[in-house]
């Protein structure tokens, strides 16, 4: 809770600041749904993963092939039941199915199994800290908030973690690993937050990845100059639908050799799943 409560003190002073482009009102980040304290997230779930059948779903374009090559409606229909389809089933793509000869009967089974479109994904944020000290009592960083931005139409998503916060804290995914090599055994503390995030716009997107000693981070043009060197982009592309939706950002962090009160920023990893 005392690290919810810093956040949000560093940051209604900035928010107050801000207002809409149309009507000067402030806007409220925070209120709005575009920016997300992973803190927050503690103990959050991710989505079930897909568990219907061992071959992947049916596209619109296996749908056109298995009637031109004069598969029985049954047939196919059958394999839309137990596969889905991962397709646009919106009214110009069922009119396009048509149009190639389709029947109305397979069209109709199409719109059914259709996969829903996707409009958000599970993301799970994993932060690793690799020290030679007491880590409960090395909370500082020296750049104390790490920040992952993503793009959604003319919006972008914005995650922050307080890194203080989390070191101060106990968390429901809070565990030691091991990192163990054959010269040096090692313990690493391994804390994640996990929750289904909105993200309506798809195709090809560039997530940012970073840390701040700024807590008031809304976009991408708010970074400050001296951060943007130390930008990560991880390109990924985003389906109307997919069989899986979760992402994962994997940061590692490790100790300062000489001052073990301090954390430093060593790699970070951003990846997607959707089949």
């Known amino acids: 809770m005392y690290g919810i409560l810093l956040v949000l ?77 991962i397709c646009d089933a919106s009214i110009d793509a069922l009119v396009e199915l048509k149009g190639a000869g389709v029947s109305e009967e397979v069209i109709q089974a199409v719109s059914l199994h259709s996969l829903p479109p996707n409009r958000s994904f599970g993301l799970a944020i994993s932060l690793d800290f690799e020290g030679l000290g007491n880590q409960a009592i090395s ?9 992952l931005i993503v793009p959604d139409g003319d919006k972008e998503r914005v995650f922050i973690g307080n890194l203080q916060a989390i070191l101060a804290g106990q968390w429901q995914r809070d565990g030691l690993v091991d990192r163990t090599d054959l010269l040096l055994p090692t313990k690493v503390r391994r804390v994640t937050f996990a929750a289904e995030v909105p993200l309506k716009t798809y195709g090809p997107k560039k997530a940012l990845v970073f840390t701040s000693t700024k807590p008031d981070i809304y976009t991408s043009a708010d970074i400050p100059e001296r951060d943007l060197a130390g930008v990560r982009e991880f390109e990924f592309d985003y389906p109307a639908s ?33 089949d």
């Open 9 to 85: 003190a560093m940051a209604l002073p900035a928010l107050a600041q801000r207002s809409g482009p149309a009507s000067g009102r402030a806007v409220d980040p925070l209120a709005s749904g575009e920016i997300f304290n992973i803190i927050d997230w503690d103990g959050g779930e991710l989505p079930r993963r897909y568990e219907r059948s061992d071959q992947l779903p049916i596209s619109l374009d296996d749908v056109r092939k298995l009637s031109a090559n004069k598969f029985s409606n049954a047939a196919i229909i059958k394999m839309l039941e137990e596969r889905r389809c």
């Open 139 to 147: 909370t500082q960083a020296r750049k104390g908030y790490l920040y």
């Open 242 to 274: 997919s069989l899986e939706r979760i992402c994962s950002l994997q940061v590692l962090y490790k100790q300062d050799a000489m001052l073990a009160d301090r954390w430093h920023l060593q790699r970070t990893h951003f990846q997607c799943e959707w």
